[in-house]
């Protein structure tokens, strides 16, 4: 079964880091193009970042450019996403998205004092 | 204007069908777009539906019943999801998404409601 396991959401001041984790399995991880999505309380579906299958190319909603850093590991079928500087407004639940997939889970992000 | 419009809500009956639409802003290519399509229920991760683009460039996603399917109205510059035989299970929340200036854009959500 082709599938997505994400990691690391946490509660987390504001201002500070943390850094999700996604394991693939089921397909060829190094063959796809990858993505982060997230989903703010009771708010619609958000892009957050792409990353082409080599890693070469990313690209960043304007939201979280320069906060961000997307990553990925195909030896480890693994997918990472940096946040640093988070504000309240990055609170949500985040997807590790392959966009031709069901997604997974996802992992609770919470900025909060 | 948003890159993607959908209508708020939309209700039908079951049995009916549903014709959800996916507007692009004015100047967007939808010839050149490949629209995806998501369903959305509360506390389930979104459920990839299927993608569109042309008749021969498009996708039903594994295990979606063929009930679901999609087209584009050029008219409208709209893209499509046909929800045929409307079921019970099927009331959800639907998001479209394609790809526009380096990054993935989504529609507004529509919220169907089954009666």
């Known amino acids: 079964e082709e599938q997505v396991v994400e990691s690391g959401g946490d509660l987390v001041q504001p201002g500070g880091s943390l850094r999700l984790s996604c394991v693939a399995s089921g397909f060829t991880f190094s063959n796809y193009e990858m993505n982060w999505v997230r989903q703010a309380p009771g708010k619609g579906l958000e892009w957050v970042s792409y990353m082409t299958s080599s890693g070469s190319t990313r690209y960043y909603a304007d939201s979280v450019k320069g906060r961000f850093t997307i990553s990925r590991d195909n030896a480890k079928n693994s997918l990472y996403l940096q946040m640093n500087s988070l504000r309240a407004e990055d609170t949500a639940v985040y997807y590790c998205?392959?966009?031709?997939?069901?997604w997974g889970q996802g992992t609770l992000v919470t900025v909060s004092s | 204007q948003a890159v993607l419009t959908q209508p708020s809500s939309l209700s039908a009956s079951p049995g009916a069908s549903a014709r959800l639409t996916c507007t692009l802003r004015s100047g967007i290519n939808l010839d050149a777009c490949r629209i995806y399509w998501y369903q959305l229920k509360p506390g389930s991760p979104p459920q990839y539906l299927l993608r569109y683009k042309s008749d021969s460039d498009k996708q039903l996603g594994s295990g979606v019943p063929s009930r679901f399917s999609g087209s584009k109205d050029a008219s409208a510059n709209a893209g499509i999801l046909l929800i045929s035989g409307l079921q019970t299970e099927d009331e959800a929340d639907y998001y479209c998404m394609t790809w526009h200036s380096s990054a993935y854009v989504f529609g507004t959500g529509t919220k169907v409601t089954v009666l």
């Open positions: 998205v392959r966009v031709d997939l069901s």
